[in-house]
């Protein structure tokens, strides 16, 4: 459609032109994004004046809660002269622009051919918000123009040369406000606001220029491209940052990183925990360099210090762009790494964030496997984490759990990653069914690693995950796995590691879908090995050539030429640098146990997501039991747990840690385990929590979370892009659910101290926070758990008992009633208020109630209802269970002539249940009993029954309910229910 009135649309339909998008090195929100005119979605065969085309762009590599997510920035090409279209170079598709518009009729009926006087082709580029509040890609009007801070791209002429000219002229400048042309096709841009020009842009040539063109002050709004005479093409435009990105990887170097993953202490170097870290860390520099060479700064740091003095951590390596060089200290440096020390972890990472200056975005990598516990012992909540917080202010922080999941703080690691916008990973215990739920058997804590940290590579730096699985393969094997690569992939690392630490102890061999191998000899090929890996890294110089990408999928051959017996376990995976995107995300950035969780999954190929999948699928795994249940469950005495020294290997072991040690090594409790995996698949059908059918967001939700810990989202799609070639997608999510504290299921306990010397009474507050579905919060949280009291003080600090219960003295002054005092439990910013005296002195009851007595069974055929009066005492062990002594009269009217009425006398004893400690509190309660007839024996029999107390004051209560009493009777049994209400006064 022309563009001849405000009124009217800006174009015919606005294409989705592949700028390489999403290709982020960020490890963060914004950074460089490199693009290519590799295809063309929807391209018309001409864009004449008054016509224009875009291309959609992920410049920050983030979802941003929009409708084009991942995408945030619409770069337009729109036509002043001329005309332009798409063609192919080489194989590769280049924006094509020139002053003949053969194609395109001008006003007035007239065309412009090769042999007129048309001798300019103008076009300008211009860059839209897509996150802007009511945008529509369609109606120009509601466009909302945006600047960027940096971009380059190649623009060449092919010699054509018309009307006789002998140098045909190229001309590209940038301006900082964006002059209107939508608005007004024949507005120019204001000198004033030119900015200075790369010389070479303006240089008549016929070869291929790079222009290039900053202003991180004012940012770029404009670009008015001029072609005289020739025949031009535009290619390889890139959005920059001003800055470098910058990524910190930061090593916990204490003591405990010399024990083996499993905890083991005493074991040979190459098993420790910090040999594995390292071995890991050393191919994600490499990968480092193969994806962010000269776009990357990156530092190392490390805590604590080496030699050890104390809390405090170090620079390892300072800040510094990815180059082979600096690839090359730092690939020698990271073996030096030795262990020993406490875990100053916040000192780490405010050394890492001090490194981080001028980059722009910033991340840090964070890897431990304990708690932060020098000088001493944080958890979230505290005033130390707050301020950790507020200082990592804009660096993003990935975190990795590495040893036991009982000796690893994951709640803490995943709420610092959520806090910064990271990711937390869990690489604990033995969780296989996390990392390759198709071969849980596979499983090794060194491979384990090195996918987590090739995963956190590919994350931060935008890249897909195409194939991530795991493996056992014997000597004398050789396996063979196939690997979808595509038209839309840039550069692809091929990443294979192993468990046992020798070079070439497994082979990499990779062939293309001409069934040729890939070897360093060909252009476009990178290769490198380690100890225990090899990656082989072959980029688009490569990837272009005849054949290489075809419908014949690419395959990764492993062979054993290296082992002479044995077996070996192994890992490979294959990232990708590539137009065609997968988002795997859930729906919230934190969840409590009892919350459903929605995965969503698109799939991007420089356009809307994807429709009409193969197959979406997720595969979730998760804990079979609670942490804070299996402290609960399991007490250990002050004598027991002192068993346990408080520094091993010169490491600070916290109290909690000291427990789970000792109930693993000492008693052989074991830890809980992992259930699953469970698949779901994803629908984009409108159902399973699909908002909308048909657009291409395929959805499921899962709400099996009624256990506290780390559950894995292993995300899987695959299809065929747009020319009908194969693609897989991989993305694997962990995320730590806590419990979901709820007032009504939180006990509390009071013991009395009486009156000491002093005249103060003393009260032992002890709190047990619970959800609904009986889980323990547990240790470690002493931190979002408050006390106050309305008169009297707390005093002593808020006492962690390791076992799910929290404890702290309240001081009331001589002679203050406990009826005047109410005391307010905070946990987890939920409030239960209660008043003293409910707690104190009150564990004794004794009721009075009146109901009915209801005939069951045989029993009804002859007695007809009657009434129930009963007297209850009962002494309370807890703050929810209770002991109750019955005794009742039990009245049943004559239901025919042939008998009169009878009763029944019951003395019982029960245990009563209250399900939550709050003034209304539903119960349960049965057990044993005798029954006394009017005229026969005595006979056992029992009961069982349920109701509802409320607490009108700390000594009266009201409650109704209703009771179910058996009796073992000769011939048959004698049943009856019995409806109450009744009152209950405690003293």
Same mark, same amino acid.
């Given at each position: ?16 032109? !592949? #700028? ?11 950074? /460089? ?83 007129? *006087?048309?001798?300019? +082709? ?10 802007? @509040?009511?945008? /529509? ?60 020009? /790369? ?45 470098? @990105?910058? !990524? ?5 170097? *204490?003591?405990?990183? *010399? ?6 202490? +005493? ?22 360099? %193969? ?29 510094? !762009? !990815?180059?082979? %060089? ?8 990271? @073996? ?7 875990? @100053? ?65 994951? $709640? ?26 198709? $071969? ?33 393969? +014997?000597? +004398?094997?050789?396996?063979?796995? =196939?690997?979808?690569? =595509? ?20 082979? #990499?061999?990779?062939?293309?879908s001409d069934n040729l191998p890939v070897t360093c000899a060909h252009d476009g090929v990178r290769t490198h090995e380690g100890s225990s890996y090899k990656i082989i890294t072959v980029d688009k110089t490569f990837l272009r050539q005849s054949g290489k990408v075809g419908p014949a999928p690419w395959t990764i051959e492993i062979d054993t030429d290296g082992m002479s017996a044995g077996e070996e376990h192994y890992q490979y995976s294959v990232i990708a640098d590539s137009t065609l995107k997968m988002r795997a995300s859930l729906d919230k950035p934190r969840y409590e146990t009892g919350n459903v969780v ?76 992992? *259930? ?7 629908? %984009?059908d409108g159902t399973h929590g699909d908002a909308k059918a048909g657009d291409g967001i395929y959805t499921n939700q899962f709400s099996d979370t009624v256990k506290e810990g780390t559950y894995s989202f292993y995300v899987r799609a695959s299809g065929s892009t747009r020319a009908g070639n194969k693609f897989e997608r991989e993305r694997l999510i962990q995320k730590y659910i806590t419990v979901n504290v709820a007032p009504e299921y939180v006990l509390v306990d009071v013991d009395s101290f009486g009156d000491t010397a002093d005249e103060v009474q003393r009260y032992a507050v002890t709190v047990t926070p619970? /959800? ?39 001081? #009331? ?152 009493? $058996? ?12 409806? $109450? ?7």
């Amino acid at each position: 459609m022309r563009l001849r009135k405000r009124t009217r649309p800006v174009w015919q339909f606005i294409v989705m032109l !592949v #700028l390489f998008s999403a290709v982020s090195y960020s490890f963060a929100d914004t950074g /460089d994004v490199t693009d290519d005119f590799q295809w063309f979605y929807m391209w018309p065969n001409a864009t004449c004046p008054g016509y224009a085309m875009a291309v959609w762009a992920d410049v920050d590599g983030i979802d941003n809660g929009t409708a084009y997510d991942p995408y945030e920035t619409m770069v337009t090409f729109y036509t002043v002269s001329g005309q332009a279209y798409g063609t192919l170079v080489a194989g590769e598709k280049t924006y094509f622009f020139s002053p003949h518009d053969t194609e395109c009729v001008l006003p007035g009926g007239v065309s412009c051919t090769i042999d007129d *006087s048309c001798d300019r +082709g103008r076009f300008v580029i211009n860059f839209v918000d897509m996150t802007a @509040p009511g945008f /529509d890609q369609t109606e120009w009007t509601t466009w909302v123009f945006k600047t960027v801070p940096s971009l380059s791209f190649e623009m060449s002429n092919d010699g054509a040369i018309v009307g006789g000219v002998a140098s045909p002229y190229q001309q590209a400048k940038a301006y900082k406000v964006v002059s209107g042309i939508y608005g007004d096709p024949t507005a120019a841009p204001d000198p004033a606001n030119l900015i200075d020009v /790369d010389a070479t842009c303006e240089t008549p040539a016929h070869d291929l220029r790079t222009c290039e063109f900053t202003d991180a002050d004012d940012g770029i709004g404009e670009i008015w491209v001029t072609t005289d005479y020739a025949e031009n093409k535009l290619d390889e435009f890139i959005i920059r940052s001003p800055t470098a @990105p910058g !990524v910190v990887l930061l090593f916990d170097g *204490s003591g405990s990183m *010399s024990w083996r993953h499993d905890g083991a202490r +005493g074991r040979p170097e190459e098993e420790w925990r910090i040999s594995l870290a390292k071995w890991a860390a050393l191919p994600f520099m490499d990968e480092l360099l %193969d994806h962010g060479e000269n776009q990357v700064q990156f530092g190392i740091a490390r805590f604590p210090r080496d030699p050890y003095d104390g809390c405090n951590a170090e620079t390892v390596t300072d800040m510094t !762009v !990815v180059t082979p %060089d600096s690839h090359s200290t730092a690939t020698g440096t990271i @073996p030096g790494l030795a262990p020993g020390g406490a875990t @100053p972890m916040i000192a780490g990472l405010q050394q890492a964030a001090a490194m981080l200056g001028a980059q722009e975005p910033k991340a840090i990598v964070l890897l431990s496997d304990g708690y932060h516990n020098c000088p001493s012992l944080v958890e979230e909540g505290d005033e130390a984490y707050t301020d950790l917080v507020a200082g990592l202010a804009g660096i993003r922080v990935y975190t990795i759990g590495f040893s036991l999941p009982e000796d690893v703080d994951g $709640h803490f690691l995943d709420e610092l990653a959520t806090e910064t916008e990271g990711q937390f990973s869990d690489v604990t215990g033995d969780p296989g069914l996390d990392f390759d739920p198709d $071969h849980p058997e596979a499983w090794d804590p060194a491979t384990a690693l090195a996918a987590t940290y090739n995963k956190i590579l590919a994350e931060g730096l935008g890249l897909d995950v195409v194939a991530d699985p795991m493996g056992v393969i +014997g000597a +004398g094997e050789t396996q063979i796995h =196939n690997v979808a690569i =595509n038209e839309l992939d840039r550069r692809v690392s091929f990443f294979l590691s192993w468990a046992t630490p020798q070079q070439g102890r497994l082979g #990499l061999t990779v062939r293309s879908s001409d069934n040729l191998p890939v070897t360093c000899a060909h252009d476009g090929v990178r290769t490198h090995e380690g100890s225990s890996y090899k990656i082989i890294t072959v980029d688009k110089t490569f990837l272009r050539q005849s054949g290489k990408v075809g419908p014949a999928p690419w395959t990764i051959e492993i062979d054993t030429d290296g082992m002479s017996a044995g077996e070996e376990h192994y890992q490979y995976s294959v990232i990708a640098d590539s137009t065609l995107k997968m988002r795997a995300s859930l729906d919230k950035p934190r969840y409590e146990t009892g919350n459903v969780v929605t995965i969503a999954t698109r799939v991007f190929e420089a356009g809307p997501p994807l429709t009409g999948l193969e197959n979406v699928q997720v595969q979730i795994t998760r804990p079979s039991d609670g942490g804070g249940n299996w402290f609960a469950t399991n007490k250990v005495s002050a004598k027991e747990l002192a068993s346990i020294p408080a520094n091993l290997s010169n490491e600070n072991l916290p109290p909690v840690q000291r427990k789970a040690m000792f109930l693993t090594e000492t008693r052989q409790v074991t830890y809980p385990g992992r *259930s699953g995996p469970v698949t779901l698949q994803l629908y %984009d059908d409108g159902t399973h929590g699909d908002a909308k059918a048909g657009d291409g967001i395929y959805t499921n939700q899962f709400s099996d979370t009624v256990k506290e810990g780390t559950y894995s989202f292993y995300v899987r799609a695959s299809g065929s892009t747009r020319a009908g070639n194969k693609f897989e997608r991989e993305r694997l999510i962990q995320k730590y659910i806590t419990v979901n504290v709820a007032p009504e299921y939180v006990l509390v306990d009071v013991d009395s101290f009486g009156d000491t010397a002093d005249e103060v009474q003393r009260y032992a507050v002890t709190v047990t926070p619970k /959800d609904s579905l009986g889980n323990y919060l547990g240790p470690r949280y002493s931190a979002v758990i408050s006390m106050t009291a309305s008169k009297g003080t707390f005093v002593g600090g808020l006492k962690d008992n390791l076992d799910g219960t929290y404890t702290q003295i309240l001081n #009331l002054p001589a002679g203050v009633d406990v009826r005047d005092v109410d005391i307010t439990i905070s946990v987890k910013d939920e409030e239960l208020t209660f008043n003293l005296a409910e707690k104190v002195g009150g564990r004794y009851g004794i009721s009075f109630h009146l109901g009915g007595a209801i005939p069951t069974g045989n029993f009804n055929n002859n007695y007809d209802a009657g009434y129930s009066v009963g007297l209850n005492v009962e002494y309370r062990l807890s703050p929810q269970l209770l002991v109750q002594g019955i005794i009742g009269y039990n009245h049943f009217d004559a239901g025919s002539s042939s008998v009169r009425d009878t009763y029944w006398w019951n003395i019982s004893a029960n245990l009563k249940y209250e399900i939550t400690t709050t003034p209304l509190r539903p119960y349960i309660h049965g057990g044993p009993g005798i029954y006394i007839p009017k005229s026969g024996s005595t006979e056992p029999g029992y009961n069982i029954g349920l109701g509802l107390d409320h607490s009108l004051s700390p000594d009266w209560t009201v409650g109704v309910g209703a009771d179910y009493h $058996h009796i073992f009777t000769s011939g048959s049994d004698t049943g009856f229910f019995v409806p $109450h209400i009744g009152v209950i006064y405690r003293f």
